[in-house]
């Protein structure tokens, strides 16, 4: 479950990200490689910051990592870096960015409340946790 703070405060970049990342999403397949990459940085950095008091984070030891980081690397572009230039939050914001104007230009549609037009929780919801909506009948 939600926290209560979480739901009581509606950002429409937040809850367009949550859209296009959570279930369903519409990344593109280079999107998706920054995501993999992001996530391969992110448990690298827990067994940096450990000083490597751990054997492995979720089941896959550093070297493990540290090799898959690297075959990451074989598939990297300069499209790529650019996509992931300035890091996770800059990133997660360009695809929002990508998504409006996709939407602006008919290509894509991000799932919208029909009542109060608020970016509901999933690209798959039928429902709207921020007017309760329900629109699985439709
Ligand atoms: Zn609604």
Known sequence: MSSEGELSRYDE??????????VGGSLTELERTAVREFL???????????EMKYE???????SEMRSMLER???VRSS????LMEGGNENF????????????QTG???INHCPLCR???????????????????QE
């Open 13 to 22: 970049d937040v809850a367009l990200m949550n859209q296009a990342f959570g």
């Open 40 to 50: 391969i940085r992110e448990k690298l950095e827990r067994f940096d910051n450990a």
């Open 56 to 62: 492995q984070v979720e089941g896959m030891t550093y």
């Open 72 to 74: 990451q690397k074989a």
């Open 79 to 82: 499209e790529l870096d650019s």
């Open 92 to 103: 997660r914001m360009r695809v929002c960015e990508r998504l409006r104007q996709a939407e």
């Open 107 to 109: 290509e894509f549609a």
């Open 118 to 136: 608020k970016i509901v929780r999933t690209a798959l919801a039928k429902q709207c946790l921020w007017c309760g909506a329900d629109w699985h």
